[in-house]
């Protein structure tokens, strides 16, 4: 396993620039995910580390070695894609087998690699199956597999459970969490899934148009997002932005005034709001709760039953749509008038840039 530094990389496609000077460090036996929407350019910057799409300027360094001009084959990596590309006309063995025989790997070695291989992805019963006579889990470990017999210094996985169902999906993100942990090895994953990339990362990397907006600790992104876009892609449901302006301030207590005169308070960096400052709040929907009281009036517009928890919709007078999350057996009817009160957690504050202003989790008093 070896670590992996990008300094200052760019790609262009002609006069179109897709990833725009990005710089960041994996350090080695590390689980680092690119997450984005479609077209942020997480697939482009990992092809570039494998060596399958040039660097237009800056440098990919694997094991501290410059390897820009390095063939792919050459650079010590394995990747798995979203489609398992595996050979159908052979087995199980020959698949995994197939890049080792060409770089004139030793028989026995061979045999070695790919019964440890299939003893860590419980593949012992399948090696003689072929790809079709398999289940797509079934096929997507032999494609993990056929990496691992490799011996790679650096995993990337580019969307590799995209193909699957819900309940495949869930069962490989364990497994793929699981060989992390067995094999201690530095692995790069790709996803448009925050889910997935909340669950296996031990840094996620949030990329948007081909910047990076954020690295970090899943739950120090999920409690600490730098702006309104990683706070709005990171966490399901979506966290509740309503838009508003400061009222008052004293200290780093600010109250933000919303449509309809409804008064919120939240604790911001000191300086960073002023009286007349226009304001986007972010409210998890797990902090949400209904209550008599409760400062924010809806209509209950639909309500997601998911056992244990329920998701309601409701509008607020602005129009603005808040979904909460409630762990309640009786949750409101479709129609019914609610209010909403503030449980704990932190109450984002966002500023007309976007950027969050709010204090830190450890600072709040």
Wanted: with cysteine; aromatic share 4%.
């Amino acid at each position: 396993m070896a670590e992996v530094a990008l300094r200052g990389v760019s790609k262009s496609y002609g006069n179109v620039d897709v990833i725009h000077d990005v710089s960041l460090d994996v350090g080695q036996g590390e689980f680092v995910v690119f997450v984005g929407p479609s077209g942020c350019g997480k697939s482009t910057l990992m092809r570039m580390i494998a060596g399958l799409e040039e660097v237009t300027r800056g440098d990919v360094l694997i094991g501290g070695e410059r390897v820009n001009d390095t063939a792919a084959r050459d650079r010590g990596v394995a990747m798995v894609f979203q489609n398992y590309a595996l050979y159908p006309h052979m087995s199980v063995r020959d698949n995994m087998a197939f890049g080792l025989r060409n770089i004139g790997t030793p028989r026995p070695e061979i045999d070695s690699r790919i019964a440890k291989a299939a003893e860590i992805l419980q593949l012992d019963r399948y090696l003689d199956r072929k790809p079709r006579a398999m289940s797509g889990g079934q096929r997507q470990r032999v494609a993990i597999g056929r990496a691992i017999v490799r011996e790679p210094k650096v995993f990337l996985f580019d969307e590799p459970l995209s193909n699957l169902d819900a309940n495949l999906r869930v069962q490989m993100r364990t497994e793929i969490a699981r060989l992390h942990h067995r094999l201690d090895a530095t692995m790069i994953y790709v996803t448009h899934d925050q889910t997935e990339a909340m669950t296996m990362a031990d840094r996620i990397v949030v990329l948007r148009a081909g910047v990076i907006e954020q690295v970090g600790a899943p739950l120090d992104l999920y409690e600490r997002p730098a702006n309104m876009f990683v706070a709005g892609f990171l966490g399901a449901p979506k966290i509740n932005f309503i838009k508003g302006r400061v009222a008052a301030s004293q200290g780093n207590e600010i109250l933000v005034e919303l449509a309809g005169g409804t008064r919120l308070s939240a604790l911001v960096r000191p300086g960073t709001a002023n009286p007349g400052d226009a304001v986007t709040l972010g409210l998890r929907p797990e902090m949400l709760q209904i209550a008599l009281d409760g400062p924010l009036p809806g209509r209950v517009e639909v309500v997601e039953q998911l056992g244990a928890v329920q998701l309601v919709y409701a509008t607020l007078a602005d129009g603005t749509t808040m979904v909460a999350e409630l762990r309640d057996r009786r949750p409101p009817a479709v129609g019914a008038d609610v209010r909403f009160a503030l449980g704990p957690g932190i109450r984002h504050v966002f500023d007309a840039r976007e950027l969050s202003i709010t204090l830190p989790e450890g600072d709040h008093q």
